[in-house]
């Protein structure tokens, strides 16, 4: 697992993926926090990073399905699966290398955006004015919503041997499993079991980890999702041995 993750890694790190990804990432935000008037910290005068994590997720939906699409597709196209698959690992070792590969990546594109915490931080009147347990609860849900993203853009490129259908296929699972049991729960035909329904959508745990307290049942439900998403990657690519 260690020299699949070893190699998955150094190939983003070889390319332009993990550099262009980072780079998009980090301006994107920037620019929607410091820059842009509609959502510009510097213009509503409040510290708080709502801009991060409210439109962060969004970001996710397309940056790391573009980071994950071709781990198992390129593979597949190029023929070199068959290969990889002959060699004496299993085949939760070829996934758990390739997706923590991906989680790396993704964790190394949230890092920078500590600089963020801290000048807001600074520019606090008084300084410090700023919900620190709400920031840090919000880069949990953050780094646990990639996770999440990251399982299903590696499950989306098993099930195809064409990038960009993974790519689209992971942009639309991420949306729904994120946005998607909300926008279902707001239906007022489902009455009392619209809540139940808003709770199987991560927006509903990703919101409670953002008021800075972290409960387990939100850590659980995340780790579930990735669980799920996982043996569902196990089950397609062992399907080959039926």
Known sequence: MIQIFLKEFNSFLNSLIAYIVISVFLTGIGLLMWVFPDTSVLEYGYADMETLFVLGPYVFMFLIPAITMRMFAEEKRGGTI?????????????????Y???????????????????????????????????????????????????????????????????FIVAVFFCFIVYSGFESIASINDWGQFSGMLEQLGILYHYDALSKGL?????????????????????????????
Do not use: C, H
Request: aromatic fraction near 12%.
């Open 82 to 98: 068959e290969l990889l698959l002959t060699k004496p690992i299993t085949d939760w070792q070829i996934i758990f290398g390739k």
């Open 214 to 242: 972290i409960d387990s049942r939100d850590v659980i439900y995340f780790l579930s999702v990735i669980a799920v998403v996982l043996l569902a990657t196990k089950l397609v690519l062992s399907s080959r041995k039926w």
């Open 100 to 166: 923590l590969s991906g989680l790396v990546l993704v964790v190394f594109a949230i890092v920078p955006t500590l600089v963020y915490y801290w000048s807001i931080y600074k520019l606090g009147s008084p300084e410090g004015n700023i919900d620190t347990a709400g920031v840090m609860g919000s880069y949990v849900g953050l780094v646990l919503l990639g996770a999440v993203f990251t399982a299903i853009g590696i499950f989306s490129s098993v099930i195809s041997s064409n990038q960009i259908i993974s």
